[in-house]
């Protein structure tokens, strides 16, 4: 392209940088970024937020601090992604009160928060067990006019149940569907699976017949669950506590 004389332009940087940084190869990344402010080339926001998102993959925290002060001194402001990213590559590399930092600097900003910057930040607190913390975000996503989605939900009812909370995770399920938020293929895959490594297959039957009720599928990992769980010799027990439906991979997990 250079030798015909095309230049790329701010979209076309973009995209392989992308590229390179979902690949770990973020020092090329960072190679094409110099080259493109060489040719000049004016980066944006997106540009910035994909740099940053590859040096927070591959753990470069330096340089994530090198670039948001970079883009600060062009007078460039990080979005509602920008601190998207930051929250949730924080919270991979441990550091969850630096996430927790960045999302209380976007509630301070007048650009508000996405349910996505809940969502990421509440599930990185249920993952730390600071469950507390994340119900107070949960209970919170109101007041900044927003409302929780699918995903939201999802994590706290997964939380819920991990805890032994069944009945709370049930009203939970329940508020969720009542306030017009049904639940998807995804969401309900992920409660069965919970139950059943909790053993309480009483309660997964009754979610694998909302699965069926709405003529959704089985995840691939559900039903390898199922399978493995028949694997423990409680097969004509657990016959009876699940839909017939399901009872053929309980009889594979016994060959």
């Given at each position: 392209?250079?030798d ?44 910035y ?41 924080y919270?991979k ?9 960045v ?16 969502n ?6 249920l ?9 107070d ?52 895959n ?35 669950l ?19 439906k399901?009872h ?8």
């Open positions: 392209m250079l015909r004389g095309i230049c790329p332009d701010t979209v076309f940087f973009n995209t392989i940088m992308d590229r390179l940084c979902k690949n770990e190869r973020v020092m090329e990344a960072q190679d094409l970024f110099d080259l493109m402010v060489h040719m000049g080339v004016k980066p944006d926001v997106c540009t937020n994909t740099l940053i998102g590859g040096y927070l993959f591959v753990g470069k925290m330096d340089e994530v601090s090198k670039l948001l002060d970079n883009m600060v001194s062009i007078g460039m402001e990080p979005d509602v992604i920008t601190y998207n990213i930051l929250i949730d590559g919270s590399n441990g550091k969850i009160d630096d996430a927790l930092v999302f209380r600097g976007i509630l301070e900003r007048k650009d508000k928060p996405s349910v996505i910057t809940f990421i930040m509440i599930g990185a607190l993952k730390c067990r600071r469950k507390e913390e994340a119900k975000l949960f209970d919170g996503i109101w007041a900044k006019g927003l409302v929780p989605d699918v995903v939201t939900y999802s994590l706290m009812i997964q939380k819920l149940i991990e805890e032994g909370s069944l009945q709370e995770s049930d009203d939970l399920f329940l508020s969720m569907e009542k306030n017009g938020y049904p639940a998807n293929s995804c969401m309900l992920a409660i069965v699976r919970r139950l059943l490594q909790k053993g309480e297959m009483p309660r997964a039957g009754t979610y694998l017949s909302k699965i069926d009720e709405r003529n959704f599928t089985l995840e691939a990992s559900t039903t390898s199922l399978t493995a769980l028949a694997s423990v010799g409680k097969c004509q027990e657990y016959k009876g506590l699940l839909p017939e399901y053929c991979f309980l009889e594979q997990g016994t060959d």
